[in-house]
């Protein structure tokens, strides 16, 4: 509360019904200022109200009404053991870009988004050593309620297929150039095509599944290589 800039005093509300009374001030004008909305899960009414204090001790009364604010309650888990995964950064925003904030998840894989006013709100999901991204941000629509909105984000892990051409299992001279492609069973191709480095070894990312590595195209003076490898990953 404060009197010509000056103030008088900081007030809580004590009772259950939300009140306070401030008795024996002087007559005059006043300014009243809500400067913490209490509960967590309440926005602040921000508008200060004038009031004024006659010398007849009529008893005035304010009303200050507070909204009450939504959340998200985020989940990372693995597509493969639904095992949580901590350390993944999110950024939430609004439908027009603005930046609420950014958050990474626990060691349970959770984040809490708290205090967030009613509407539409988006989830990216920032990349990661691990886990395939998920490029595919997510539209929450946020209530005013106690209850948070639940969203469960699933990852895939990352596998790696290492493949290594050498010119025979004596020597294991590595061979470099050759190229491999690699394919599912279903005959889709696995990226683009392959080629061995200086160290005859080619490492892929890859999600968990089966495969097939082929080798498309060997070395001069050195025999067709036809075997298809089978690998489950």
Do not use: M
């Not at 990216?124 to 005013?144: C, L, M, N």
């Not at 599912?184 to 160290?199: H, I, M």
């Amino acid at each position: 509360i404060k009197k010509n800039g000056d103030t008088v005093g900081d007030f809580i509300t004590s009772l259950p019904d939300g009140t306070f009374t401030i008795p024996h001030l002087e007559p005059g004008w006043y300014s009243c200022f809500e400067i913490s909305a209490g509960e967590i899960g309440y926005a602040l009414d921000p508008t200060p109200q004038d009031f004024e204090i006659t010398r007849g001790g009529e008893l005035v009364t304010l009303e200050f009404v507070n909204r009450k604010l939504g959340s998200i309650h985020l989940k990372k888990i693995s597509s493969v053991d639904r095992s949580p995964i901590p350390d993944i950064s999110f950024i939430l925003t609004r439908p027009n870009g603005e930046r609420i904030a950014e958050k990474k998840t626990s060691a349970t894989g959770e984040i809490f988004f708290e205090g967030l006013s009613a509407g539409t709100y988006i989830l990216h999901e920032q990349p990661s050593e691990g886990y395939i991204p998920d490029t595919d941000p997510r539209i929450i629509e946020v209530k005013a309620s106690a209850k948070p909105e639940f969203i469960e984000w699933e990852n895939t892990p990352v596998s790696c297929i290492e493949i290594r051409k050498t010119a025979n299992s004596e020597t294991g001279r590595p061979l470099e150039g050759v190229i491999f492609e690699i394919r599912k069973p279903c005959g889709t191709l696995v990226g683009t095509e392959y080629v061995t480095d200086k160290k005859g070894i080619i490492q892929v990312l890859v999600e968990p599944g089966e495969y097939q590595i082929i080798e498309k195209v060997g070395l001069p003076d050195f025999e067709e290589y036809t075997k298809i490898h089978k690998v489950t990953v």
